[in-house]
């Protein structure tokens, strides 16, 4: 077996996240994904992922106050900000950001574990409010304070927008930060995990994911789905003859396929329902029913499923949310997983360092520059 693109390898133990792909089912610590949509927080979800169970009434209370208070970033930081490029793509805007967000650490390449889960949380904390510092600057606008008495998913909407969202607009938000927040070994997670089995610092593992995430195969799918949706808009073509026309051309319709499910992503049924909803209460159906149509496109043509990524980018759309903000928003959430799973990597760590199967030129005597033609 060639293990090409690690299929189906069991690379570690870890307690954190359990997919069965042919059930569809996605827990986080035991807990079944669709009650956490209907009824967790995101807040909540964050301190279940990092302690391994569900927050007590008091706690739960405490840590949120604690994770707005961390929210905010320093004025030095937003200043070096402004040296990024405003046209500049988001992710790597944002990799840059958590990056530099590594320098106003004083305790970054601390290995003590209490330390490095205080910058977990911190990162947690302040990935939204960078992500819309870095949005409003690229609009040449000035970032905005963090309002502490607003929800992680609130605030995320007022900072990038200026104005406090409505509740409905901000659950929205809140339930597809839940959604988002972990899956297993994927590959965002699984390159964290290696820079921090270097025993390098969490930032720069949390830097390693936010370019791994950046990748359309990834994270970036959202953005890909929302500019198809765009363009068959704006071509005027039926979806399905667009689905057909794609697939003949051999390019991949994105937001479709799953390395590990085998049935329905279950993160797609909620942001289905979302994006039903919204449509619902708007009365403008066409970005919604425009993606049923290829999502029945791609079932008759290709058997496959939407995954995460699909009806989220109408969700967001239908929410208002800029383009540029999805792949970033994915980051806003995921980094909560990927700093759960760098503190169990390091809580028992042993360097990840897989082997490649040769299949190059054998033995060969090197030639002189001056000996070749
Ligand atoms: C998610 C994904 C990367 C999984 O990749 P993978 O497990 O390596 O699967 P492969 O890319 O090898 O795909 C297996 C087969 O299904 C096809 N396929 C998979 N996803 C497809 C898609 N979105 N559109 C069209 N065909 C697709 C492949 O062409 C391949 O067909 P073949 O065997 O005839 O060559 C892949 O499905 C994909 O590229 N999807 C689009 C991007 C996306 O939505 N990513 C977000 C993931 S949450």
Known sequence: MSGKGLEGITAADSAICSIDGEKGELRYRGYDIHELAEASTF?????????????????????????????AIPAALVDQLRAIPRDAHPMASLRTAVSLLGHHEPDAESHDPIVRRQISERLVACTGTLVAALHRLSLGKEPLAPKPELGLAANFLYLASGEVPSDAAARAIDVALILHADHGFNA????????????????????????????????????KVIEMLLQIDEEGIEPEAFVLRSLEQGEKIMGFGHRVYRTED?????????????ADSTGDRKWFEMSQQIEDAMREAKGLNCNVDFYSASTYHQLGLPTRLFTPLFAVSRMAGWTAHVLEQLADNRLIRPRAKYVGPGPRPYVPTTDRS
């Open 188 to 223: 965002s997670t699984f390159s964290a995990r290696v820079t921090a089995a270097t025993l390098s610092d969490v930032i720069s593992a949390a830097t390693s994911a936010i370019g791994t995430l950046k990748g359309p195969l990834h994270g970036g799918a959202n953005e």
């Open 43 to 71: 807040e909540e979800v964050v301190f279940l992922l990092f302690d391994g169970e569900l927050p007590s009434r008091a706690g739960l209370a405490a840590d949120t106050k604690r994770l707005a208070r961390e929210r």
């Open 266 to 278: 279950p993160r797609a049924t909620h942001l289905r329902r979302m994006s039903k909803a919204l």
